[in-house]
């Protein structure tokens, strides 16, 4: 909470000087998908608790939330979007898939306004190249290469690739671009195999891995839980000791709860958007947000709260609530506050953040940070 | 190479069973009200939660969480029938099927509005899952069970429609409901029985389901009856073993297909899967084991 403090408030209180001037409202709006399939990714919380945190402080624009849910709807979350608008967002938010966010995009051209999605990952919305665009995680091509070092590092030296068309890039090409990454360093991948979204038992996969040979040390996928869980529990049981690897994915509470066996979930590394449940910065926030009764639950609430806290130290750097100039300030040399890292910039990329990419594994059951920078090399993805 | 095939053979097994013990729950309601329903995935969620919530509460022994997930889903079956399915019950076939995606649709919004959207931990049942090595083979103890359950449950349904008065009250039932209430068997009961036996097979099902994922979501019930809905329809609807064998080779075509599938093509598994189940249809549009004059018979 106190480290918090410094580095989120604190440095949006040095910018503050201009906001005096500001009279006007910070209006962001969240087509967010409470309900239906997307809703375990939503950002919804988190974004209440950091506004709430804001407009306590009393520094700058008041900020207003406009909060609608799309039950998941691509098509319904444009027609928020455009309502958001309408009442006069400088910035909105859909669904964090492209079919969702091209059209907001487009739409939001109109305003001036930033469509800015905190949990995107998806390459695609960059390669679209939408100069209203931001993404507030990195995109999945970094966390696969980053994830990679530290598996490398973990003593990985030959993967077996686990791939799913069903959630698009993120399943599919996120392990490739591991596999890129993990070749480049001096790994083999030795196999791909296929999977759906949703898998409950992983025995053919298993039997698969079973008969290859050499045999694998290492197991790649960007799957969902308690798919995951599953998985790990099974290899585990198959009498795999290699380790399992993974994605953003990875990153929920109920990970340790599903696997329980503290030795099983040492041979777990994933990548994600910042370290959970290791005491840090972003458990302080989380547990400060419960504390005030926000039903926030992990990831993907600090990602919504870096929306709202960045949006709002932009506003304030700007000097203004208009669309335009916020985007320029967020896209300022030198970046802005975030929960999820203490300074995200969007100065380099524009639509994509630079910021570190932590690597989580486990000591005696416990989350730890294995690694936490930007990775060395990255593959070419554009 | 034998041994990999084995080692397939008996994962598609495994499959089968769990689609066939969900399929059989789908079939007895269809046999006696012809409703596809959609909400018994919910069905089952909602005994995976009412078991995270006695888990919570203290009650989490194994054998507890079996009999107390079992209770909880026929309960919730039973209630659905009389607050949802019971007013729609003479409307036309396609108002049953409508309000059973309203209601499926329902509960998974509350599921996520009210608990979470975000997956819940439960490895109480996890116990269950253990791996046994015989020979070669890898076998879980939970593809065994989840085996041997399915053939008692086809048994014993058998068993009860064949032998018991009210079994074959609901026989009679499907064939002709007007005829069996002239004879004065009352209507909401062998309505009510049917879904009673829906909601067993629905907690039978949730403790495997629970056993291998040690974990709860709201949709958790939702994939796999659609699964199931295939299942029937490949086997006959209106047949209980067409059913069980429907759900079998779903899961033979399923796993052979994920075995023999290039990794290239992985993308293709679901559309192939059911390019299959088109064909099998084009070959018998009436399912494998269902009939066009007895359409609507339950026996075995």
Redesign the interface.
Known sequence: MKTMKRTGLGVAMTLALPAAAIADDLRIGIAASLTGAYAPYAEVEGARCMADRLNAAGQGPKIELMIEDTRSEPQLSVTIAQKFLDRGAQVVTGIPFPDSLIPIAQIAEATGATVFSAPNTQVEMQIAGFENFIAGAVPDPVNGAATAEAAYAAGARNVVLLKSADAGSWSEMLPEWFGQSFEHLGGTVSGRLSHSIGTSDWSPQIAQIRAMSPAPDAVMISSVLPDIGILIRQLRANGFNGLVIGSDGFDDPSLEGTVTDPATLEQVIFGTHGPTGTGGRIDDFLADCRSKGFAVQGIFDALGADMVLQTHAAAMRAGSVDPVAIRQALRAEGGNPGITAEVISYAENGGAPVKTVPVIGFRNGKRVVLQDRVPAFVPDWR | MTE?LI??L???L??GA?YALIALGLAVVFSIMGLVNFAHGEVIAASAYAALLFAGLGLGAPLLVIGLAIAAAIAVSVTLERVAFRPVRNAPVTTGLLTAFGVSIVL??LF??LI????????AL?GL???W?IGPW?V?SL?VMELVVALLAMLALGGFLGRSSLGIAMRAASRDFATVRLMGIQANRVVAAAFVISGALAGIACVF?LA????V???MGF??VLKAFVACVIGGFGSLFGAAAGGMLLGFIE?GL??L?P??M??L??ALTYVIVTLILVYRPEGLFGSRRDLGDKEF
């Open positions: 990999y080692q397939q008996l994962n598609a495994a499959f769990e998974q919004n996520q509005l979470s959207p975000r997956p819940q931990a439960f490895p996890n899952n253990a791996t090595h890898a879980s593809q389901i291998r994922r040690g974990g979501t709201p949709d994939s796999l796993v994920l075995v599938l990794q290239e992985g993308g598994k679901e």
